[in-house]
């Protein structure tokens, strides 16, 4: 873990995929229903997780041409997919260990808390209801705004729903998409390992680079 000084903060906004919960699985169900609706071929877990991090779309599109297709032959594609994803978006999920703990002590400091994904709302909120986590004043998914991740702007929405200031935030995340998010908004990063990052990350400068929830847990919580 690199520690850096202890700054304050009022705000900890988290990613979801790969941070929180391993959804990795029920993405790959959901992209495999699709590409079989096709009579395409599916992609072993490890090829989904290096699609994962862009939103659906991306996923969708990534996947139509792993299996050798063009995307623009398959407009109903993505409907298709989020059907199949939005029918059950809880198997194949589970939550990280030290997640619940994390977001428990953050609350219980007296942190505001929020969430910022590209995976679509209408799942997104499924599955925090489902796993009970939160509490999170603040939800924005891939397709809440005309733009997602790595544009600064789903950030900067929580940020300005949870009445806090960038400076005052951190974002926590698993890849390259939450690093250029944070760095063009303004907040300091919080890397976690373990998530779906899977290369090097080109100028990476993390405020705070952790191997597990556990480790951010022992970092950020100052009773
Ligand atoms: O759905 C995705 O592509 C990634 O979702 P995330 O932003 O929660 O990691
Ligand atoms: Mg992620």
């Known amino acids: 873990m690199t520690r850096p000084s202890p700054a304050p903060f009022d705000a900890v906004v988290f990613d979801l995929d790969g941070t929180l919960i391993d959804s990795a699985p029920g993405m790959r169900a959901a992209a495999c229903a ?3 609706d096709l009579d395409l071929p599916q992609p072993d877990l490890a090829t989904v997780i290096g699609f994962v991090g862009n939103g659906a779309p991306k996923l969708v599109e990534r996947c139509l041409l792993w299996a050798g297709a063009v995307p623009e ?34 609350a ?8 910022c994904t590209n ?15 939160g509490p999170f004043a603040s939800v924005v998914g891939g397709d809440t705004l005309p733009k997602r991740k790595p544009d600064p702007a789903p950030l900067l929405r929580v940020i300005s729903d949870l009445g806090v200031t960038a400076v005052a935030t951190l ?27 899977t290369g090097p990350i080109p100028d990476f400068e993390p405020w705070l680079h952790v191997a597990n929830l556990r480790e951010a847990l022992e970092f950020l919580y100052r009773p």
Do not use: C, N
């Open 34 to 36: 699709m590409l079989a």
């Open 119 to 133: 995976k679509p709302e209408v799942p997104t909120r499924a599955i925090l209801d489902a796993f009970d986590l």
């Open 171 to 197: 974002y926590v995340g698993d890849s390259i998409t939450d690093w250029l998010t944070a760095r063009a908004a303004g907040v300091r990063y919080v890397h976690v390992d373990g998530g779906y990052q």
């Open 73 to 106: 032959a398959h407009p109903g594609a993505l409907e298709d997919f989020l059907d199949h994803y939005t029918r059950d978006p809880l198997s194949g999920t589970t939550v990280y260990d030290g997640a619940r703990d994390l977001l428990a002590a953050l």
């Open 108 to 115: 219980a400091r007296g942190t505001r808390l929020g969430l």
